[in-house]
């Protein structure tokens, strides 16, 4: 049974930090293409950033040189490194995995995720 399990959501001040993680059971992470999405209240879950297992890392327009993504296949885990955060990166933050594709950037390129850390950034 997979399982994605985030930690490391909360609330921050605008200009500031959080670090997400992520850790995967279950799957061989090592072949799966990690990624972070979010989703804003009443609007559809997009992609933040995603990194395979040969540390190629893709990120969506909106976070370029703000987050960085990394993982640690020693341990299963993927992070999400957020810098000078905006209030409009406020979101539920969901890590996903799969193991097909080169550069998945949509949702349903993705077999399993996990339950979402709430980031919230006041202005």
């Known amino acids: 049974q997979v399982q994605l399990v985030e930690s490391g959501g909360g609330l921050v001040q605008a200009g500031g930090s959080l670090r997400l993680s992520c850790t995967a059971s279950g799957l061989t992470f090592i072949k799966n293409i990690m990624s972070w999405f979010r989703q804003a209240p009443g609007k559809e879950r997009v992609f933040v950033a995603l990194?395979?297992?040969?540390?190629?890392?893709h990120y969506s327009d909106s976070v370029k040189g703000r987050f960085t993504i990394s993982r640690d296949n020693a341990k299963n885990t993927v992070y999400l490194q957020m810098n000078s955060l905006k209030p409009e990166d406020t979101a539920v933050y969901y890590c996903?995995?799969?193991?097909?594709?080169?550069?998945?950037?949509?949702?349903?390129?993705?077999?399993?995720w996990g339950q979402g850390t709430q980031v919230t950034v006041s202005s």
């Open positions: 990194i395979g297992g040969n540390e190629h890392t």
């Open positions: 996903a995995a799969t193991s097909w594709g080169t550069t998945p950037i949509t949702a349903n390129e993705y077999h399993y």
